[in-house]
């Protein structure tokens, strides 16, 4: 159950990543902001892959 949980955190921090680097390569104002864009949208991409490949644990629960 608790491993359960932290793939649907990873999942919401990859998804933040991946979004986060779309508006911060929008974003006409800075710069810098518009440098780091494409390697955090890397990454949450690459994460999120990385997390698909992971099998999700089923908890057993049996009725007698």
């Excluded at 864009?37 to 099998?55: E, K, R, S």
Aim: charged share 15%; proline share 5%.
């Amino acid at each position: 159950m608790r491993f359960n949980r932290l793939l649907v955190q990873a999942y919401r921090l990859a998804s933040i990543l991946i979004v986060s680097g779309f508006l911060m390569l929008c974003q006409p104002f800075v710069q810098e902001l518009f440098a780091w864009g494409f390697p955090v949208l890397l990454t949450g991409v690459i994460l999120f892959m990385v997390l698909d490949h992971i099998p999700e644990k089923t908890v057993n629960t049996e009725e007698a």
